[in-house]
């Protein structure tokens, strides 16, 4: 069973056009949540971690937030640079290694 | 910053060949490094965990002497692809964690990948 599930898969959008990427997850005992972002051919870039519900963090147009189910990354006003595949990520139980889940892969068209 | 350099970025090997890519954490000291392996379209991978002086501990399914992982220093991982075979090809990423960071907790910072071509 997936542990981390991301929706929409692909998603297109005008410059301009906000819009919100999910991520749920089924771990028990939470133990924060991650989002990266990764460019073709390149690794992961760390943009936020939260570690519990009602928190959020910000960072230029993205805005991430959890609650107890699910985490969303928030993207106001895109630009063509925030074009990306946009991973979420938890830790499983009891250790750190993390679980990824298949990624949002938004491109901005100017 | 937490910068992890991996390299090479790309390497084209011949069948039956090893490869050895090297996942450096540049400014800070890794309790753990991971490495990963991404196939096109597709999320990251697991394939171990690699505590500083001990053995690596291998996800379900991972060879362990294909995939040979040795992580000598707290700034230093391999991982050695042995007798490589086509279907070895693939996108291979490390990643650490820093050394007693409380408040960074399991963030892994990631290295650019390595693209590993078997003719």
């Known amino acids: 069973e997936d542990q981390v599930t991301q929706s929409p898969e692909a998603l297109r959008l005008q410059e301009g056009e906000s819009s919100s990427l999910n991520c749920s997850y089924t771990?028990?005992?939470?133990?924060?949540l991650f989002w990266y972002r990764q460019d073709p051919g390149k690794g992961p870039e760390f943009l936020f971690t939260l570690y519990s519900a009602g928190e959020e963090k910000e960072k230029e147009r993205l805005k991430a937030t959890l609650t107890k189910k699910e985490s969303f990354l928030h993207i106001t006003a895109p630009k063509p640079e925030d074009s990306a595949t946009y991973l979420c990520a938890v830790p499983f139980y009891g250790n750190n290694r993390l679980a990824f889940g298949k990624g949002n892969q938004v491109v901005v068209i100017p | 910053g937490a910068v992890v350099s991996q390299h090479p970025s790309r390497v084209i090997c011949k069948s039956g060949t090893s490869v050895k890519i090297e996942c450096r954490s540049l400014d800070f000291q890794a309790t753990t490094m991971f490495w990963y392996r991404q196939f096109p379209k597709q999320s990251l991978m697991l394939m171990a965990t690699s505590n500083e002086g001990s053995k690596a501990t291998y996800e379900q399914g991972v060879e362990k002497d294909k995939f040979l992982i040795n992580h000598a220093s707290l700034t230093l991982s391999t991982l050695t692809v042995t007798s490589a075979h086509p279907e070895d090809s693939s996108f291979y990423i490390c990643s650490a964690s820093r050394f007693g960071d409380a408040l960074a907790k399991n963030i892994q910072y990631f290295g650019a990948g390595t693209r590993l071509s078997v003719l």
């Open positions: 771990v028990s005992g939470l133990r924060g």
